[in-house]
């Protein structure tokens, strides 16, 4: 293969063909499509991207190989570790919902509290007249 194939997702799909020893109508059967599908999707005259899930299983790589390339690959693979990383340093989603739990509890207990010391020590107010504020 040339290095302009390896480049296109047609290159990539015919090497991880090959790699998995599957021929294109191997490949076309397992796809349930017609072996001429598959020689289209190698020689870049048809895309794809319904399939390209189901390729990628049927020859043990990657879809972000097929789509991609290795360069991109590796990329997307150190976004995703950055990711991650930054993720591993937040609290757990129930962490902070426990938190909030925590927070409001302790804002309602203080509203009663707040509220049973101002009524203790005033008389009830009189109804206003409707109308006025």
Same mark, same amino acid.
């Given at each position: 293969?040339?290095?302009?194939?390896?480049?296109?997702?047609?290159?990539?799909?015919? #090497?991880?063909? /090959? *790699?998995? %020893?599957?021929? /294109?109508?191997? +490949?076309?059967?397992?796809?349930?499509? %017609?072996?001429?599908?598959?020689?289209?999707? #190698? *020689?870049?005259?048809? *895309?794809?991207?319904?399939?390209?899930?189901?390729?990628?299983?049927?020859? %043990?790589?990657?879809?972000?190989? +097929?789509?991609?390339? *290795?360069?991109?690959?590796?990329?997307?693979?150190?976004?995703?570790?950055?990711?991650? #990383? +930054?993720?591993?340093?937040?609290?757990?989603?129930?962490?902070?919902?426990? /938190?909030?739990?925590?927070?409001?509890?302790?804002?309602?207990?203080?509203?009663?509290?707040?509220?049973?010391?101002?009524?203790?020590?005033?008389?009830?107010?009189?109804?206003?007249?409707?109308?006025?504020?």
């Amino acid at each position: 293969m040339d290095a302009e194939e390896i480049t296109s997702i047609g290159g990539r799909i015919a #090497e991880a063909r /090959q *790699k998995a %020893h599957l021929s /294109q109508a191997d +490949l076309a059967d397992a796809l349930k499509v %017609h072996v001429d599908t598959i020689a289209n999707y #190698e *020689k870049g005259r048809r *895309k794809p991207f319904e399939a390209i899930s189901d390729i990628a299983a049927a020859t %043990h790589v990657s879809v972000r190989w +097929l789509l991609f390339g *290795k360069e991109y690959e590796d990329r997307l693979d150190k976004i995703e570790e950055a990711i991650r #990383e +930054l993720a591993s340093r937040l609290p757990a989603p129930a962490e902070v919902i426990e /938190q909030a739990l925590d927070a409001a509890v302790a804002r309602d207990e203080k509203t009663a509290q707040d509220s049973d010391a101002s009524s203790g020590n005033r008389r009830p107010r009189a109804a206003k007249p409707q109308g006025r504020r």
